[in-house]
């Protein structure tokens, strides 16, 4: 399954830059862990959809202000999305 997702940017970037590229880019993405991370991400887009379902959703209020940005620590945003994802052994 990791590899089968790891398929469309194996191959655009195979006509983009040719096979040693992307050869590279997907030994290195496989390397850093990335599959963990689109399943951690899957896993809370499902829970929040899950929350949006069930007690209904959100509206935007606009207040003429833009959008607020704001770079966390990865320790931050671990410990405010950990619990949608993290369950007990037992």
Known sequence: ???ATMWPLFFEILVEDGLA????TVVLDLLALSPMFYSFQGKVIAHFMNLEIFYGGAEYIPTGRGLATVRQSFRSLFANFAHTNMFDGF
Do not use: G, M, Y
């Not at 590229?21 to 590279?24: I, N, Q, S, T, V």
């Open 1 to 3: 399954f990791v590899l």
């Open 21 to 24: 590229k992307a050869c590279r």
